[in-house]
């Protein structure tokens, strides 16, 4: 199913939204976040964590912050196993950028999974560029990519 298909909607991450949220996280990584860290993202970084929504149930998620001189950070973002290969990942990581930007961030970055193939091609896609190898940035001992671009 493409994209074009589809009525996706993105709004800003609620705290009800937790148990969706929650749900897709654990089908998505090894290590997923405990429900008090995904409840303290959604609280804290509101302004700029979306999720994406088709016909009312949450499909997909980002979480991004500001840090120290306007420079955006994307923490995590995933799509249920179920929706992939649809755009909505990609869609998720547009809408936040434009925010970054309207927010006047001069750039974003991220850390990846050195294996995240699939992660790896979306942020390449959207013009991020490997800065950076961060060994055993991950709690299993894997590194990260560091990936950035300017806004
Ligand atoms: C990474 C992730 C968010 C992508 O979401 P998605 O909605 O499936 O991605 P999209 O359909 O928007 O794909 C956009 C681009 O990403 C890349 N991509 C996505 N899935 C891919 C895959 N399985 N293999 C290779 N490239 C892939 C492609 O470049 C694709 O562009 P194309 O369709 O023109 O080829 C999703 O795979 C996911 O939730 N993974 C688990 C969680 C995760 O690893 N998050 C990243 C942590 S850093």
């Known amino acids: 199913m493409k994209k074009k298909n589809i009525n996706i909607r993105f709004r800003k991450a609620r705290n009800e939204d937790l148990g969706q949220i929650q749900r897709i996280e654990s089908l998505s990584f090894?290590?997923?976040?405990?429900?008090?860290?995904?409840?303290?993202?959604?609280?804290?970084?509101?302004?700029?964590s979306l999720v994406a929504e088709i016909e009312n149930k949450i499909v997909g998620y980002i979480f991004a912050r500001i840090e120290y001189g306007k420079i955006g950070h994307i923490v995590t973002i995933a799509v249920d196993p179920k929706y992939r290969r649809m755009g909505i990942g990609e869609a998720l990581m547009r809408e936040v950028i434009n925010k970054l930007k309207e927010l006047n961030c001069s750039s974003v970055y991220l850390e990846v999974r050195v294996s995240n193939k699939p992660a790896i091609n979306l942020y390449r896609?959207?013009?991020?560029?490997?800065?950076?190898?961060?060994?055993?940035?991950?709690?299993?001992?894997?590194?990260?990519?560091?990936?950035?671009r300017a806004l």
Do not use: C, H, W
Request: hydrophobic share 35%; aromatic share 16%; proline share 7%.
């Open 125 to 148: 896609k959207l013009g991020f560029l490997i800065t950076r190898r961060i060994q055993k940035y991950y709690r299993d001992g894997e590194d990260a990519f560091l990936m950035e």
């Open 30 to 48: 090894k290590n997923p976040y405990p429900p008090y860290y995904t409840r303290a993202l959604i609280e804290s970084l509101s302004d700029v």
